[in-house]
């Protein structure tokens, strides 16, 4: 039998709210670290880590925590309203994604280096392809009677959707934190800050992803 909410000891909904505060401020501040320290706008290639920061650690972030029982901003308002923003913050991180992509291709292209020849570039490409892939596949939960028209399952297609999304974010924030062991990074972040400007985008990952495994926990815990 499942556990509900009101037999729950209550450290655990503190510290659900705890984490849900933290990994708010987690994302926002690495976001503005990398900022200042890639300066976008000072070069061509500074708008890459920026960019892609700006899509993964705070916009699609953001994005998934609208649906978080415990850290929503959005968490009294009605379902339907959650989802049209969760829509326009992975609009923001894919459009963030595309053009970070768009900018260290280039820039290597201009600089006669080889694309994607690293673990990091490697990741960034498949973590913005599979968000394209997963962004593409969520139109029809927006409009419920095309994928009925279509034959399709609602239910299965939220599965798949936050599975994806699951697997696109992870791949980011792996991104993420294979860029900060890139030689831009690491010439200026050692030691002992390097480790505390990691804590941002694994925090942020293991949150997100209790959040989707819990989800699926419940509606299993649910079923007849």
């Known amino acids: 039998m499942a556990q509900t909410a009101d037999s729950e000891p209550q450290i655990y909904s503190y510290l659900r709210v705890t984490c849900g505060v933290a990994i708010h401020v987690a994302c926002m501040a690495f976001t503005v670290f990398i900022a200042v320290l890639a300066r976008p706008g000072s070069s061509l290639f500074s708008w890459h880590p920026f960019l892609m920061t700006l899509a993964f650690s705070l916009f699609m972030t953001e994005a998934l925590l609208l649906f978080s029982p415990a850290a929503s901003p959005l968490r009294s308002l009605p379902h339907k309203t ?58 029809p939960l927006l409009y419920p009677a095309l994928a009925k028209r279509l034959g399709l399952s609602l239910a299965k297609l939220k599965r798949y959707h936050a599975a994806a999304g699951l697997v696109s974010y992870l791949l980011g924030s792996a991104s993420l934190l294979l860029g900060m062991a890139s030689l831009w990074f690491t010439a200026s972040v050692r030691g002992a800050a390097w480790y505390l400007a990691a804590v941002g985008p694994v925090l942020c990952a293991l949150v997100i992803m209790n959040q989707v495994t819990r989800s699926y926990m419940a509606r299993r815990a649910l079923r007849p």
């Open 82 to 139: 959650k989802v049209r923003w969760h829509w326009v913050l992975q609009c923001l991180c894919a459009g963030s994604a595309g053009l970070g992509l768009a900018s260290i291709s280039y820039n290597k292209h201009l600089n006669g280096k080889p694309h994607f020849s690293t673990w990091h570039g490697l990741t960034g490409l498949v973590s913005v392809g599979v968000l394209a892939l997963q962004s593409t596949g969520a139109v």
